[in-house]
């Protein structure tokens, strides 16, 4: 069974604060994503890496996928309260079935 | 922007009756989703169609949860008799299919089993 841990689970920090979310496993993906979900809703894609060590930027989001296409991190920069949410890394085999990681609920204090 | 529709929003229901829920994916969207989420958890997939076809329900408690999608449009996942461990956000999802990597999430319906 492929399993994505995330870690931390829970983060509470300050405006303007760096952070960074892991997500790992043992297994290898062909691609990584990352979403974001609001209380209530479903949730949203931000980016979608699939070159194992692959960088994006998404404004003040990095996105880095694991040399060995087994991990990946999410690095946001000056965090702001509207980044409050849950992110979830979501890892994509061969056969169409996307795995979610654990979640890491983040939330950001003005 | 065309969005995954689903109703209801919000369902609460006793233990031992019956619930459905539904989901119109976005138009075109060959590949459907059923996702459950435990709040502050990750979504879990209970069932997958390619059109009208399960490619995947390996996760879905098949003596109590059933899914369908006739004509290969709109869905319908179907639960009885409910638990209170049933008690869960249900997602739906669709994606084109060729380009699987995008999903598209609807808002959910929140299912309370009491």
């Known amino acids: 069974t492929q399993l994505l841990e995330q870690s931390p689970q829970f983060l509470s920090i300050q405006e303007g604060e760096n952070l960074t979310v892991y997500c790992n496993s043992s297994?290898?993906?062909?691609?990584l994503q990352w979403y974001r979900q609001e209380p209530g809703e479903g949730p949203v894609l931000l980016v979608t890496?699939?070159?194992?060590?692959e960088v994006k930027k998404l404004k003040r989001l990095t996105f880095q996928f694991g040399d060995a296409r087994k991990d990946s991190s999410l690095h946001i920069t000056a965090a702001q309260p509207g980044d409050t949410g849950l992110y979830l890394c979501a890892g994509g085999g061969n056969t169409d079935k996307l795995i979610f990681g654990t979640g890491t609920r983040l939330q950001v204090f003005p | 922007e065309a969005e995954v529709a689903q109703s209801p929003r919000y369902k609460i229901t006793e233990k031992s009756q019956a619930v459905a829920f539904w989901c119109d994916p976005i138009s075109g969207h060959a590949t459907l989703y059923w996702y459950r989420q435990i709040l502050g958890q990750g979504p879990e997939l209970l069932v997958q169609?390619?059109?009208?076809?399960?490619?995947?329900d390996s996760q879905l408690p098949k003596d109590r949860f059933s899914a369908e999608r006739l004509k290969g449009v709109d869905s319908t996942l179907k639960i009885q008799p409910a638990e209170l461990g049933d008690s869960a956000m249900y997602l739906c999802?669709?994606?084109?299919?060729?380009?699987?990597?995008?999903?598209?999430f609807g808002e959910g319906s929140r299912l309370t089993v009491l």
């Open positions: 890496v699939v070159t194992g060590g």
């Open positions: 169609f390619q059109d009208e076809s399960v490619v995947d």
């Open positions: 999802a669709s994606s084109l299919g060729p380009d699987r990597l995008k999903l598209f």
């Open positions: 297994s290898v993906f062909s691609s």
